[in-house]
Antibody
């Protein structure tokens, strides 16, 4: 069964940092690009970042570029999202998702709250 | 960045109705267009990829069409479990972008 499980969410002060993790199981992890997508409370979906299957390329959304870093460890079947300089508008549920031309497997999400 | 605009933002419909949602891209995305369904408190799930290809396990009442800048998602014979929010998303260029969502509500 293909599965993604996010962890690492929590409450952090503005300007702080947090690292999210997403563990994969049930599929050949090193064959797929992996994404992070977020959803602020009551809002729509926002694509955050992608890392290619081999970790050699990354792309970011405009609102997080320069502050967030996506990476992966294929030996651990895990993708990460390092979030620095966090702001109140980064408050959201963060989902990881698998995909090449669309996102066909999603985790249940982890909640990040940026508040003083 | 490519902007995705969905219409309508919400629609009220009854069980058995046919619902059509439109998604327009600010520039051509050829067929690199996906549709997702999201229910409250749940992660999104993929319905359609490549504009018209139905994901495995998705009921045949869901269909997608379009090319370039205009796309549609059609739900035929709406079922109670179809009341949800639907998003389109382009995958031709990074950053990937979503439409703002269309909420399908019970009339």
């Amino acid at each position: 069964q293909e599965q993604l499980v996010e962890s690492g969410g929590g409450v952090v002060q503005p300007g702080g940092s947090l690292r999210l993790s997403c563990g994969a199981s049930g599929f050949s992890f090193n064959s797929y690009g992996m994404h992070w997508v977020r959803q602020a409370p009551g809002k729509g979906l926002e694509w955050v970042a992608v890392v290619w299957y081999d970790g050699k390329k990354q792309y970011y959304g405009d609102s997080v570029r320069g502050r967030f870093t996506i990476s992966r460890d294929n030996s651990k079947k895990t993708v990460y999202l390092q979030m620095n300089s966090l702001r109140a508008d980064d408050t959201a549920v963060y989902y990881c998702a698998r995909g090449q031309t669309s996102m066909d497997v999603w985790g249940k999400g982890t909640t990040v709250t940026v508040s003083s | 960045d490519i902007q995705m605009t969905q219409s309508p933002s919400s629609v009220s419909a009854s069980v058995g109705d046919t619902v059509t949602i439109t998604c327009r891209a600010s520039q051509g995305v050829t067929s690199w267009l996906a549709w997702y369904q999201q229910k409250p408190g749940k992660a999104p799930s993929l319905l359609i990829y490549g504009s018209s290809h139905v994901e495995d396990g998705v009921p045949s009442r869901f269909s997608g069409s379009g090319y370039g800048t205009k796309f549609t998602l059609t739900i035929s014979s709406l079922q109670p479990e179809d009341f949800a929010t639907y998003y389109c998303q382009q995958a031709i260029d990074y950053p990937w972008t979503f439409g703002q969502g269309t909420k399908v509500e019970i009339k």
